[in-house]
């Protein structure tokens, strides 16, 4: 027998337990215990962390929603018809992400990142976390740029300031997603990345959306963030935050983003519908005790960054809808607290033929102001309070009462001052082209015209200011200076004007 050699023995056991290769691998496994709505409830994911993304069978993806004692809550995206009961779950130790990128950039998806475009697969580079907190207050920086709408009434009276948070706010029906599509279409060529955010609207009316968008060339800088009216509330909870994680990807890079929400009071209603599946208890009007805090935590990560930053921006449009024109209700009142103000769309205003119908007493821009142009704020200084004048003084000529010269004037003037802040939809002004409508108002110098020669004036303000030298000049004054030019050139510019109509 041969001798059996001790060292070679030794080698042979060194060499198999360098090879060795571990293939056990821990997972925190769970069963589903019952499933419905877009809901299932798992037992046995003892380490499972709130927003963590869970894999189902059939590829199926979910996202821990409650935490219980020994069972957790998930709301399910995709195919859920696809789980039954007693299903295997696994953890993933991620918490969901979306893909962000310039590659989203003229194209439709879902709020997990998916085409509905038909324009093929979107192959971006990276990923973000959905839930992310908002920046500091050491991280954010003064808002002091203009975010210019187009619509007359807004960039004179409640102006938005890059980095703002501005509440759109009115019944249905009475042009608040007009407001908001305009906006966008006014950011062609100034640098401005859109996101809009469709939540529980028809498919039909975010195809129109599209159409425009296409039509005025918006998509080139546009992303549309779809979670349609027949889609789970799981996906309409997750839209605008899938939206804003977009957007903090651009504005971490340096780059100035308008979102709009449209709107947060079906976001309010989808989350109000899984709180109330997975059994949470319900407050008021049967929404959960922290609906505010879910509004509060998406639109606070709208912010204008400090220079150290980068100096990026992202705006908040959200829209909310309200029920005979009471903005007391609960879900209006939280997202007022929380916006920087709000524009006020009346439907009294909309059916009297004044649009866009925003009613200027209740409408408020907290920190508009100090983005607003100078040259704006010279000559709509006196603007809302002259209106406030012109509705008092309305309701008493109504009655039939004498008047004197000074009041008829003033009731003139309020008229005028209407004709000129009326907009057709999606009929867009320049600044400069207001701001000299409205320093020709304010100086009294359409108070010897009609209704009718206000509205050519305007127009020859907006051909002049591009096409005579005069015009020229006066407009690239405004547009480096953003301050008004010599009265005596205004004056004169608009009396050569006055009579051509």
């Known amino acids: 027998m041969a001798k059996i050699k001790i060292t070679e023995m030794t080698e042979v056991i060194k060499k198999q337990i360098e090879s060795f290769e571990q293939d056990i691998k821990l997972e925190n496994i769970g069963k589903v215990l019952s499933v419905g709505d877009g809901i299932a409830i798992v037992y046995g994911l003892q380490q499972a962390m709130m927003g963590e993304l869970l894999v189902f069978p059939h590829d199926v993806r979910g996202l821990v929603f409650n935490l219980e004692e020994h069972t957790v809550g998930v709301i399910l995206l995709g195919d859920t018809h696809l789980i039954k009961e007693g299903d295997t779950v696994k953890t993933t130790k991620r918490i969901f992400e979306v893909p962000v990128g310039e590659e989203l950039l003229g194209r439709v998806i879902n709020p997990l990142g998916n085409p509905l475009d038909a324009q093929g697969a979107i192959k971006t580079k990276a990923t973000r976390p959905i839930e992310v907190r908002a920046h500091g207050v050491i991280a954010r920086g003064p808002i002091n740029q203009s975010l210019e709408t187009g619509i007359k009434v807004i960039d004179a009276l409640v102006p938005i300031g890059r980095g703002q948070r501005e509440l759109i706010i009115g019944d249905r029906q009475t042009g608040k997603t007009t407001l908001a599509v305009d906006t966008i279409l006014n950011q062609k060529g100034k640098g401005v990345i859109c996101i809009y955010v469709a939540i529980g609207q028809k498919d039909s ?111 908040a449009l959200p829209i909310i809808e309200t029920k005979a024109g009471d903005i007391s209700a609960y879900i209006s009142t939280n997202v007022i607290s929380i916006t920087d103000g709000q524009i ?19 409408s408020v821009s907290r920190v508009g102001g100090a983005a607003q142009w100078k040259a704006m704020k010279d000559v709509a200084g006196t603007l809302r309070i002259n209106l406030a004048n012109y509705r008092e003084l309305e309701s008493f000529a109504q009655f039939g009462s004498d008047l004197d010269q000074a009041a008829k004037r003033r009731l003139e003037r309020g008229r005028k001052t209407i004709e000129i802040l009326k907009q057709d939809v999606h009929e867009l002004v320049d600044m400069p082209t207001q701001i000299v409508t409205v320093f020709a108002l304010s100086k009294g110098l359409v108070d010897d015209l009609s209704l009718d020669q206000v509205r050519e004036l305007e127009k020859e303000i907006s051909q002049n200011l591009k096409m005579s030298d005069q015009g020229q000049i006066i407009q690239k004054h405004l547009i480096e200076t953003q301050k008004l030019p010599e009265e005596k050139l205004l004056v004169d510019f608009i009396t050569k004007l006055k009579r051509l109509v």
């Open 205 to 315: 009316s975010v195809t129109a959306t599209l159409e425009l968008f296409n039509q005025h060339q918006a998509m080139d800088y546009t992303i549309i963030v779809n979670a349609g009216a027949s889609q789970e509330g799981t996906l309409q909870y997750l839209a605008p935050f899938a939206g804003v994680t977009i957007g903090e990807y651009f504005m971490e890079k340096g780059q100035d983003v308008l979102i709009v929400y449209d709107d947060l009071s079906k976001h309010a209603v989808a989350y109000r519908e899984l709180s109330l599946l997975l059994r949470r208890p319900p407050g008021r009007e049967a929404y959960p005790g922290d609906v505010f805090y879910l509004h509060s935590r998406l639109l606070e990560r709208s912010a204008k960054l400090n220079e150290e930053m980068g100096g990026g921006s992202i705006t």
């Open 344 to 362: 006020f769309l009346e439907a009294e205003l909309f059916y009297s033929g004044i649009r866009p119908a925003i009613n200027a007493g209740l």
